[in-house]
């Protein structure tokens, strides 16, 4: 006769120790404003295409954007690019604010979105300090030849649901499953991998050897909105002046 043997519930996965905490370094002396990363993010997660009248009302869906901002005074304004995407913030102001648990950090440092969970309150968008996060206004669609080109390995989200970058957490997901170390470089989000100027730096900062952890401590590192304490996991690197070499 065979005995039932019971084991010990596993420890949660919020208390186990870290393997990886996931951190990117966009280094705006380098990005060009090609938006190369744009394309790329939405060819790899299946972001519908954005026509033109949704632009106009303001209800685009980009997980990546690269947005324009001005420095200096008049005649001397320079116009300015800084890819914006989701944090990660280890101190995510979205979290607490979502009533059902649709948004929560996982070990590896990544704010993950559960759709379906998502009831769509939108109060995660609102408390985003960095309007990362997207809110689905009509169900996707699109043209007929393209279904094939879809990425099976991403859900299409449906309407009425917040979604956002995931640092591709596919990709992250194949490269790391079953395996207790990876290389530093192995694999990269889309983003990454398609930017020409290698502006975009992805890796585990756990790894002090990492190019990513190296390029975080360098002298011309800052954080977006640091000020706020949401501590993000996306270090940017200030532009050098020309006239200041
Ligand atoms: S692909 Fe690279 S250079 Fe082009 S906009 Fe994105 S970050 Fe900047």
Redesign the pocket.
């Known amino acids: 006769m065979t005995t039932l043997q019971f084991q010990e519930n596993p420890t949660p996965t919020t208390q186990r120790p870290p393997r990886h905490h996931w951190n990117m370094v966009?280094d705006i002396d380098?990005?060009?404003?090609?938006?190369?990363?744009?394309i790329a993010c939405e060819a790899e997660n299946n972001i519908p295409i954005n026509t033109e009248d949704r632009f106009t009302q303001q209800r685009v869906n980009q997980w990546i954007r690269?947005e324009r901002y001005w420095e200096g005074e008049f005649p001397n304004v320079k116009a300015r690019?800084i890819?914006m995407l989701c944090q990660h913030c280890d101190n995510a102001p979205c979290e607490p604010v979502c009533p059902v648990y649709a948004t929560y950090h996982n070990n590896e440092g990544l704010n993950v979105q559960v759709y379906n969970r998502c009831v769509g309150t939108r109060y995660c968008a609102n408390a985003c300090p960095y309007h990362a996060r997207n809110f689905n206004y009509w169900e996707p669609v699109w043209p007929e030849d393209f279904r094939n080109y879809l990425n099976p390995d991403v859900t299409i989200r449906s309407r009425g649901i917040m979604e956002k970058c995931t640092f591709c957490v596919q990709r992250i997901r194949r490269a790391t499953r079953g395996r207790q170390d990876v290389a530093d470089g192995a694999f990269a989000p889309a983003?990454v991998q398609?930017?020409?100027?290698d502006?975009?730096v992805f890796g585990d900062i756990l790894d002090e050897n990492s190019k990513v952890a190296k390029l975080s401590k360098n002298e011309r590192h800052y954080m977006v909105r640091e000020v706020l304490g949401t501590l993000p996991s996306i270090t940017y690197l200030k532009k050098v002046e020309a006239d200041a070499l």
């Open positions: 966009v380098r990005c060009t404003s090609c938006r190369a990363c744009v690269i690019y890819p983003c398609a930017c020409p100027s502006a975009l």
